[in-house]
């Protein structure tokens, strides 16, 4: 009976506990919003909006904003190179939606030995129509025209004509070009001929020196969707609490690139409770 009690007073502490960490987590948060101004905080909740819109509905053009040396943290798993992160964040997060707070600015994130963030020398190009083929700018001088096979007539004069009627439609397209691919800009090679005026819409940085990081946290949770086995349900669902971190450096939503992603899992009052009761249990 009394080892009962025990428990029950270990489970209210323990929720207690954990009920005064989030209590000191959110008013951390609200001390250091006091430190940044009104356009970083609009600019850290529109990073947070591009990033989860990004990850759910258009992850396949996650790999342009990561950068090469990007690092991931998964509820513990540690995930790192670009390639590496990019194809386990579109494997494991295709189901998985995010229900978090707005993003807000914070000074320093990260808890690992392996939460670095390490920038690149150079620069990342980022293509700025990563939904469409990259606009292409060529002059007329830089076609050619095909030539036309002339319809028999009885007047020379009617054919030449129809020849220079046939030719002033065609020129101005890409029709003779070779065959180009419907990637991003800033993975377009022309395949041949001189394209020197070609027009590629990329985002480099505008300052010469090292970037700036940013970091954002946001906390709420992620809810995770699997196909279920029961015949009368289609799927399963379920929501695991977590503190979103990221570290990037931007100019704007066009111009990130990612250095950093943490998913932390949460619930701390688990392990305390646990704790708890193992400090509680009456030995024999």
């Given at each position: 009976?009394?080892?009962?009690?025990?428990?029950?007073?270990?489970?209210?502490?323990?929720?207690?506990?954990?009920?005064?960490?989030?209590?000191?987590?959110?008013?951390?948060?609200?001390?250091?919003?006091?430190?940044?101004?009104?356009?970083?905080?609009?600019?850290?909740?529109?990073?947070?909006?591009?990033?989860?819109?990004?990850?759910?509905?258009?992850?396949?053009?996650?790999?342009?904003?990561?950068?090469?040396?990007?690092?991931?943290?998964?509820?513990?798993?540690?995930?790192?190179?670009?390639?590496?992160?990019?194809?386990?964040?579109?494997?494991?997060?295709?189901?998985?939606?995010?229900?978090?707070?707005?993003?807000?600015?914070?000074?320093?994130?990260?808890?690992?030995?392996?939460?670095?963030?390490?920038?690149?020398?150079?620069?990342?190009?980022?293509?700025?129509?990563?939904m469409?083929?990259?606009r292409?700018?060529?002059t007329?001088?830089?076609?050619?025209?095909?030539?036309?096979?002339?319809?028999?007539?009885?007047?020379s004069?009617?054919?030449?004509?129809?020849?220079?009627?046939?030719?002033?439609?065609?020129?101005?397209?890409?029709?003779?070009?070779?065959?180009l691919?419907?990637?991003?800009?800033?993975?377009f090679?022309?395949?041949?001929?001189?394209?020197?005026?070609?027009?590629?819409?990329?985002?480099?940085?505008?300052?010469d020196?090292?970037?700036?990081?940013?970091?954002?946290?946001?906390?709420?949770?992620?809810e995770?969707?699997?196909?279920?086995?029961?015949?009368?349900?289609?799927?399963?669902?379920?929501?695991?609490?977590?503190?979103?971190?990221?570290?990037?450096?931007?100019?704007?939503?066009?111009?990130?690139?990612?250095?950093?992603?943490?998913?932390?899992?949460?619930?701390?009052?688990?392990?305390?409770?646990?704790?708890?009761?193992?400090?509680?249990?009456?030995?024999?």
């Open positions: 009976m009394l080892s009962d009690n025990n428990r029950k007073l270990s489970f209210l502490a323990a929720k207690a506990q954990g009920a005064q960490v989030l209590f000191a987590t959110k008013r951390l948060i609200s001390i250091n919003e006091m430190d940044f101004t009104e356009a970083q905080r609009n600019e850290a909740r529109t990073f947070g909006e591009f990033y989860i819109d990004m990850m759910e509905n258009y992850r396949n053009t996650v790999k342009y904003y990561l950068s090469q040396d990007v690092i991931l943290d998964w509820f513990g798993q540690t995930v790192k190179g670009e390639k590496t992160v990019s194809l386990f964040l579109k494997k494991n997060l295709s189901s998985v939606k995010h229900f978090m707070s707005v993003a807000v600015p914070v000074k320093k994130i990260g808890f690992r030995d392996t939460h670095i963030v390490n920038i690149p020398k150079e620069p990342k190009k980022i293509p700025i129509g990563l469409s083929p990259p292409i700018t060529i007329r001088s830089q076609t050619k025209t095909p030539k036309k096979q002339t319809d028999p007539s009885t007047s004069s009617n054919s030449k004509d129809r020849e220079r009627d046939k030719e002033r439609g065609q020129g101005d397209g890409l029709h003779n070009l070779p065959d691919p419907l990637s991003p800009a800033k993975r090679k022309p395949s041949g001929g001189d394209f020197s005026d070609i027009d590629l819409e990329t985002v480099e940085g505008e300052s020196g090292p970037p700036k990081v940013k970091y954002v946290m946001a906390e709420g949770a992620v995770f969707h699997r196909p279920s086995i029961k015949k009368l349900q289609t799927e399963t669902k379920w929501k695991r609490p977590c503190k979103l971190s990221i570290a990037y450096s931007s100019t704007n939503c066009n111009d990130c690139t990612i250095y950093l992603i943490i998913y932390e899992g949460n619930v701390k009052c688990r392990r305390n409770l646990m704790k708890e009761f193992e400090a509680e249990e009456p030995e024999n």
